[in-house]
């Protein structure tokens, strides 16, 4: 089972003809309403991979059709806490030419109930995964009770933040992070990804794929990607995330798990959406790419 400490957002996209101006009122000429949220995002790509899992999140008292559609993606939801006011939600306004504003509203994902969490990992089985982002509160607390269970605990260092980060480090079997984020990492703590202190370090490197490395030994060992045409980088990253950790659960080998975790991250970007445009098992075993 792969229990996920994740946000769950609900993304408002709307067309607009330019990025508005401070002072300008603009009207859209589009609005697309669909489940994100790097959490979310995360628990349909692992359980589209194939995986079991669990989502320890919250959502407000809007949120109800946003359980409704984790659970239509094969996520349980038994452990989604409701909470007073608002879910999570982006504001997303979108240009001709793709460029983007958002404002985002993190709502109940920062309002998770810790006891509830921790009840939940009690019936976590050792070889179990925790899985977890910077989108709620929470992660140091959860990855340190999962680690002391005997789970394997990864986090993907996004939306980053140096501290949140250094607090969770030392709780980490596997840190995901993109090319920038590593760079911003080295830079804050003065060391080289390479020698964290997390046994397995994989950054994503976009269109050029991933690299996998392992900080004992140093080895470095580098997946391409597909070559795909790019509409919508949304959520590649998370789809990547999940269907890694989905290999992982399933006990497949690091390599073939990056492998069909750059397939999957690839197909997402040929498409425009968050959590609803993650593509199936079928799709990423099938695809001719
Ligand atoms: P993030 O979304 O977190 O910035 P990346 O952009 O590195 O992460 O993307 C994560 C993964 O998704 C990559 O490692 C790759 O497998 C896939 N991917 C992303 N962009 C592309 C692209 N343009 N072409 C092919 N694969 C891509």
């Not at 692992?46 to 359980?67: C, K, N, Q, S, Y």
């Not at 999962?146 to 596997?174: I, K, M, Q, S």
């Not at 989905?246 to 492998?259: D, V």
Request: charge should be negative; charged fraction near 20%; include cysteine.
């Amino acid at each position: 089972t792969i229990w996920n400490l994740g946000s769950i957002n609900a993304d408002h996209v709307y067309a607009v003809p330019h990025i508005a101006a401070p002072g300008e009122t603009l009207a859209a000429s589009a609005l697309n309403r669909g489940l994100g949220g790097k959490g979310a995002n995360m628990s349909v790509a692992a359980a589209r991979a194939g995986a079991r899992v669990e989502h320890l999140g919250a959502v407000g008292t809007d949120g109800g059709w946003m359980v409704a559609r984790l659970e239509s993606y094969g996520v349980s939801c038994t452990h989604v806490q409701r909470r007073e006011g608002p879910s999570g939600h982006a504001i997303i306004a979108v240009d001709a030419e793709g460029e983007n504003a958002i404002t985002l509203w993190p709502g109940a994902n920062r309002e998770i109930d810790l006891d509830v969490v921790k009840r939940a990992l009690e019936q976590a089985k050792q070889g179990d995964i925790l899985v977890a982002q910077n989108e709620t509160n929470g992660q140091v607390e959860a990855a340190a009770l999962a680690r002391a269970r005997g789970l394997t605990v990864a986090y993907a260092a996004a939306p980053f933040e140096a501290e949140a980060v250094r607090a969770v480090l030392g709780h980490l079997d596997f840190l995901v992070l993109n090319e920038i984020e590593a760079r911003q990492l080295s830079e804050a703590l003065g060391t080289p990804v390479e020698r964290l202190e997390v046994p397995n370090v994989v950054v994503t490197l976009g269109a050029r794929g991933c690299d996998w490395i392992e900080t004992a030994s140093g080895a470095r060992h580098h997946v391409d990607a597909p070559k795909v045409e790019a509409v919508d980088t949304t959520g590649a990253g998370d789809t990547f995330t999940g269907y890694l950790i989905a290999g992982l659960a399933e006990g497949r080998p690091m390599r073939q798990a990056l492998e069909r975790a750059s397939r999957a991250g690839a197909i997402k970007v040929g498409r425009r959406g968050a959590a609803d445009a993650i593509p199936t098992a079928e799709e990423v075993d099938r695809a001719a790419l």
